[in-house]
């Protein structure tokens, strides 16, 4: 059995439920994650039955997260950084896994070496691209040179793993051709959602009424809102939406861009949108049964570096999904194969808009398509088919079988 210490970032439930599965296994697994961060978090209290085997730490940096000033930002991501590689020392693994962007993740490597740890980069976003976009849109030719240092960074981190874990088979040809990584193993393993903590929920529930939702037709998007997301969609949609008094846009975010939103809606009169924070773990299934469409968008340039997770608890709530992007994205991939929901192309905005109209017209249509979604997380999303899988990863990086 192995000693092993995962470093996360945002606190997804997927990967506390990873850690727990590979406890429950017999490894002893040091789960830690970042508590200022703003996002949607999973169930990260220690339970009565978890393992004797898990520990959950929070990494803290006893002030409020700068997630919006790249400056700011840096100087505390070291800094956590710093924190998370102590941490990981006092525990002393054999392998380490992390999410962490690249700035931490590289003072975790370096901590990784001094211990003598097998270190495993699970490649979440292939940031650097997602850097260079940002940037390069704020500052012109200064922005590109900060994403070429990034790009450098990356690559680098990338070439020192003893594994590498992508959630999808885009990124793999991205770092063995572009990046140039290739002597470094590469194992996909697509990410998931917890399918028995996301029961099916009917509309009219508790959390519903309490935002007396339960009455109405609502388009949900729940998830982060940040540089690869454009809020003008979700407002357009609701525009669209806005001569039917019984239909809602949910929107359950926080940041700027929720902020431009109300500010927006207010300034148009549109009082069919309603802003809500992030919602506890726990009340998720109810705020996803509160939905008659769950919607995410993807700006194009951002297809190559991000696959939305939301997409995933999406499907295990047996309710259509509209999704605007790239349509070679993985997410984008999954709802066309299953039949879950609808596709379009960011350009092809009216013609999405038109359809999530009709498809809140058709409840016979809805409940077919989002069966078909709930099907495919319960024949994909196992817990124990998916931890055999990184216990295989882990078990060739330990034994150096490169």
């Given at each position: 059995?192995?000693?092993?210490?995962?470093?996360?970032?945002?606190?997804?439930?997927?990967?506390?439920?990873?850690?727990?599965?590979?406890?429950?296994?017999?490894?002893?697994?040091?789960?830690?994650?970042?508590?200022?961060?703003?996002?949607?978090?999973?169930?990260?209290?220690?339970?009565?039955?978890?393992?004797?085997?898990?520990?959950?730490?929070?990494?803290?940096?006893?002030?409020?997260?700068?997630?919006?000033?790249?400056?700011?930002?840096?100087?505390?991501?070291?800094?956590?950084?710093?924190?998370?590689?102590?941490?990981?020392?006092?525990?002393?693994?054999?392998?380490?896994?992390?999410?962490?962007?690249?700035?931490?993740?590289?003072?975790?490597?370096?901590?990784?070496?001094?211990?003598?740890?097998?270190?495993?980069?699970?490649?979440q976003d292939i940031y650097s691209e997602a850097i260079t976009r940002i940037f390069k849109n704020k500052l012109g030719l200064a922005g590109t040179g900060i994403g070429?240092?990034?790009?450098?960074?990356?690559?680098?981190?990338?070439?020192?793993?003893?594994?590498?874990?992508?959630?999808?088979?885009?990124?793999?040809?991205?770092?063995?051709?572009?990046?140039?990584?290739?002597?470094?193993?590469?194992?996909?393993?697509?990410?998931?959602?917890?399918?028995?903590?996301?029961?099916?929920?009917?509309?009219?529930?508790?959390?519903?009424?309490?935002?007396?939702?339960?009455?109405?037709?609502?388009?949900?998007?729940?998830?982060?809102?940040?540089?690869?997301?454009?809020?003008?969609?979700?407002?357009?949609?609701?525009?669209?939406?806005?001569?039917?008094?019984?239909?809602?846009?949910?929107?359950?975010?926080?940041?700027?861009?929720?902020?431009?939103?109300?500010?927006?809606?207010?300034?148009?009169?549109?009082?069919?949108?309603?802003?809500?924070?992030?919602?506890?773990?726990?009340?998720?299934?109810?705020?996803?049964?509160?939905?008659?469409?769950?919607?995410?968008?993807?700006?194009?340039?951002?297809?190559?570096?991000?696959?939305?997770?939301?997409?995933?608890?999406?499907?295990?709530?047996?309710?259509?999904?509209?999704?605007?992007?790239?349509?070679?994205?993985?997410?984008?991939?999954?709802?066309?194969?299953?039949?879950?929901?609808?596709?379009?192309?960011?350009?092809?905005?009216?013609?999405?808009?038109?359809?999530?109209?009709?498809?809140?017209?058709?409840?016979?249509?809805?409940?077919?398509?989002?069966?078909?979604?709930?099907?495919?997380?319960?024949?994909?999303?196992?817990?124990?088919?998916?931890?055999?899988?990184?216990?295989?990863?882990?078990?060739?990086?330990?034994?150096?079988?490169?």
């Amino acid at each position: 059995m192995s000693r092993i210490a995962f470093a996360g970032y945002v606190g997804h439930p997927f990967q506390i439920q990873l850690s727990r599965a590979l406890a429950a296994r017999g490894h002893d697994v040091l789960h830690l994650h970042f508590s200022e961060f703003q996002g949607p978090k999973g169930p990260l209290d220690r339970r009565p039955n978890d393992p004797k085997t898990l520990t959950i730490d929070a990494v803290s940096l006893g002030a409020p997260f700068a997630k919006y000033s790249f400056i700011r930002r840096r100087f505390q991501e070291i800094e956590i950084g710093r924190r998370f590689a102590a941490r990981i020392e006092d525990f002393h693994p054999d392998v380490i896994l992390t999410d962490l962007p690249l700035d931490p993740l590289s003072l975790v490597q370096e901590a990784s070496r001094r211990l003598d740890a097998r270190f495993i980069f699970w490649q979440q976003d292939i940031y650097s691209e997602a850097i260079t976009r940002i940037f390069k849109n704020k500052l012109g030719l200064a922005g590109t040179g900060i994403g070429w240092w990034y790009r450098a960074l990356e690559k680098r981190l990338l070439a020192r793993s003893d594994s590498i874990i992508v959630i999808a088979e885009d990124f793999t040809c991205h770092i063995q051709e572009k990046m140039g990584v290739k002597n470094v193993p590469i194992h996909v393993i697509e990410n998931w959602a917890l399918i028995d903590e996301l029961p099916i929920r009917p509309k009219d529930n508790v959390w519903s009424r309490k935002h007396q939702l339960h009455d109405k037709k609502i388009v949900l998007y729940s998830g982060t809102l940040g540089m690869k997301h454009n809020p003008e969609i979700i407002l357009n949609i609701a525009k669209a939406m806005r001569k039917r008094p019984d239909y809602c846009m949910v929107v359950i975010s926080e940041g700027p861009a929720t902020n431009w939103l109300r500010k927006s809606a207010a300034k148009r009169g549109l009082n069919n949108i309603k802003l809500l924070d992030f919602q506890s773990f726990d009340a998720y299934p109810d705020v996803l049964g509160s939905s008659d469409i769950v919607l995410s968008i993807l700006e194009d340039d951002a297809g190559i570096f991000s696959v939305p997770s939301k997409i995933l608890s999406y499907l295990c709530a047996a309710r259509p999904i509209a999704f605007l992007g790239p349509t070679t994205n993985l997410a984008a991939r999954i709802i066309e194969r299953t039949g879950s929901g609808i596709v379009h192309n960011v350009n092809d905005s009216e013609n999405f808009t038109s359809k999530i109209l009709n498809l809140l017209e058709d409840p016979e249509i809805r409940a077919q398509t989002g069966a078909k979604g709930r099907c495919y997380a319960e024949e994909t999303f196992n817990i124990g088919t998916i931890a055999g899988e990184f216990e295989k990863v882990m078990k060739l990086a330990r034994q150096g079988n490169l």
